[in-house]
């Protein structure tokens, strides 16, 4: 568990992992230079069996790779300070796992504010509907990042994973340069070192909705879009180089004209890096069905030109 300025929410967290129906379990906590009081929240929990560790602030997936390095288990939670496991989140992924330890397992994520409801939104059921119980790490790579026609990209939260150890050793650790989606680019190593990918509905885990916690990648900033940009290219050469299929450079490929959407107009250099990508990893220029805005503004976008669209949502943003 990564902790930065975290001591809002790090107990309620702390006791969503200590409260596990599966009991054989070793927490590890790495304080990112904390400034808020969390490494003491955290200390209170050592009589408990929990290992504190604290480093300078040097990011999150340094924090994941200590605890990586430091850990004793033959498989691997990560969860961040401000989420929750369901109580019997890892036991349910064990079952499975412990029979077949050459595979990753997730489950569904419930987005909540305050407190956890019956009707929370899933996070994962729009796209979990295609998603088999069993798939290969091709076919769960492909749906998921929108390879199938007319299904929607989705995406998996970090703590609904549970991973062997040895999967992660083949994949490698945390990419401590990405600042952006550096969890979409060290799974997706992981998915593709893994012989299946199971998909357990009821190994439900909490995703924290307020404030303090909006997602980096939907930040329209030049230094994000940068940032942006270096960890799509690290994704496009871990992809291709597991495999040549078309439909992996068609992805990746549309990957990068979606990015090149959001650089445009404003950040018209990033734009143009964004195109040059698009076009290289795919031989050719094809451009993917846009979802830029409203009804209206996509149907300009696929109609007519996507530019003039994103110049009017500019314009539009600009008079606020």
């Not at 200590?66 to 496991?85: C, V």
């Not at 503004?297 to 600009?318: E, P, T, V």
Request: hydrophobic content about 35%; glycine content about 4%.
């Amino acid at each position: 568990m990564p902790v930065y300025n975290s001591n809002r929410f790090l107990e309620e967290s702390i006791q969503s992992v200590l409260q596990q129906s599966y009991k054989n379990i070793e927490l590890i906590i790495v304080d990112d230079g904390s400034t808020d009081g969390s490494l003491q929240t955290a200390k209170q929990f050592e009589k408990f069996g929990v290992k504190i560790f604290s480093q300078n602030n040097k990011g999150a997936s340094s924090a994941r790779n200590k605890g990586l390095n430091l850990a004793n288990g033959t498989y691997i939670q990560y969860i961040d300070a401000d989420d929750l496991l369901d109580v019997d989140k890892i036991n349910i992924q064990m079952q499975v796992l412990e029979k077949e330890n050459t595979s990753i397992a997730f489950g569904d994520c419930i987005n909540f504010k305050e407190q956890i409801y019956s009707d929370n939104t899933i996070l994962n059921s729009h796209h979990c509907r295609y998603i088999q119980p069993k798939e290969s790490p091709d076919n769960f790579i492909i749906k998921m990042n929108g390879g199938v026609s007319n299904l929607p990209a989705g995406m998996v939260e970090v703590h609904s994973w549970l991973c062997p150890k040895s999967i992660i050793e083949l994949a490698g650790p945390w990419n401590e340069t990405l600042t952006v989606d550096d969890d979409g680019e060290f799974f997706l190593r992981v998915i593709l070192k893994a012989n299946h990918v199971y998909y357990l509905p009821k190994s439900l885990t909490y995703y924290r909705k307020y404030s303090g916690n909006a997602s980096l990648s939907n930040n329209f900033g030049r230094k994000n879009l940068t940032a942006s940009i270096e960890s799509l290219k690290s994704k496009a050469d871990i992809l291709l180089k597991s495999k040549s299929l078309l439909v992996y450079k068609k992805i990746m490929s549309d990957y990068f004209w979606q990015l090149a959407i959001r650089c445009y107009p404003n950040e018209y250099d990033l734009y143009k890096i964004c195109e040059k990508e698009a076009i290289k990893i795919l031989g050719r220029k094809e451009l993917p069905k846009f979802y830029i805005g409203h009804k209206f503004i996509d149907f300009l976008a696929n109609n007519l030109s996507w530019k003039l669209s994103r110049r009017l949502q500019y314009i539009k943003q600009k008079m606020r």
